[in-house]
């Protein structure tokens, strides 16, 4: 992420000195980009990063989940020898206060152990935990960023399951939030479903639009058209494909696959199936 002067609250807010430290931090660990400085008295013991994993922030009901994926880090601080450790709800608090004077919103805290919340930072949302133990605080943070594609489901594999089943799930099609333009991360995807067309030049297919139950029904059966109707499109006009063998629809969220109620079940939900027409 970029520079925010948005961080510079955060310095402020936490209040905390950029003196050196008594205790070197660990080689080619830094504080997290969100909190550029640190509660007095800690250094960095430890960090890890993902440029993409999931992570689930707590919540007050541990049967709840609050999944969120994107860019990980995690980052662990340890208090040094001979150094007063500050209270559980003092730490607690200072990240809880940071959050908010960026504008950020608290989801969930248990005050004297760990606080959690968003922030919008350079245009993308950002997950923070910051949780305290003996001696030790935790912070992990997800930004949220798609997830970079390797692996595409390719032609051979595509007509097996249309032979096999009459329909096959394609989750490679991508769409931004409410809309229907096809992106350009699509293409790998869509080569693949015109290799299959042009293989089989029989081959008729409904190109049919699926959505998660998140907002109004009536609104994602047209996103879903829209979306079937879109692919369709670049099928035809980039890889001149003929129109009178392809037709898009869209049953929104009609047919889900998976659970509506966590973002795992949801991104299975979303989807463009390939189903062989008469």
Known sequence: MSRNPARIVLAVSLGLATA?????????????????????GYFIADCKSAEFDAYDFKMPNARQKNRQEGRFTFVTYQIERGKPEP??????????????????TIAAST????????VMVDGREVWAEAERGNGKIWIRTIEK??????????????????????????YDIHFDTGKSVVKPESKPALD??????????????????H?????KVDDNMRLAQARGEAVVAELVGAYGIAAGRLK???????????????????????????????
């Open 248 to 278: 898009g629809y869209g049953v929104g969220p009609l047919a889900p696959v998976a659970g509506n109620d966590d973002d795992a079940g949801r991104a299975k939900n979303r989807r463009v199936d390939l189903v062989k027409a008469p």
């Open 211 to 215: 959505t998660d139950s998140v907002g």
């Open 111 to 118: 005050p004297n152990w760990w606080v959690n919340g968003s």
């Open 145 to 170: 960023v798609a997830m970079k594609q390797h692996v595409v489901a390719d032609a051979a594999a595509l007509s097996s399951d249309i032979r096999a089943k009459g329909h096959v799930a394609v």
């Open 20 to 40: 050196a430290f008594a205790e070197p931090d660990r080689k080619g660990c830094t504080d997290p980009a969100l909190f550029p400085t640190r509660m007095p």
């Open 192 to 209: 693949e479903v015109a290799k299959l067309l042009k293989a089989d030049p029989a081959l008729k297919l409904w190109v049919v639009g």
């Open 87 to 104: 209270g559980a709800v003092a730490v607690v608090r200072n990240y809880e206060e940071a959050l908010k004077k960026i504008g950020g």
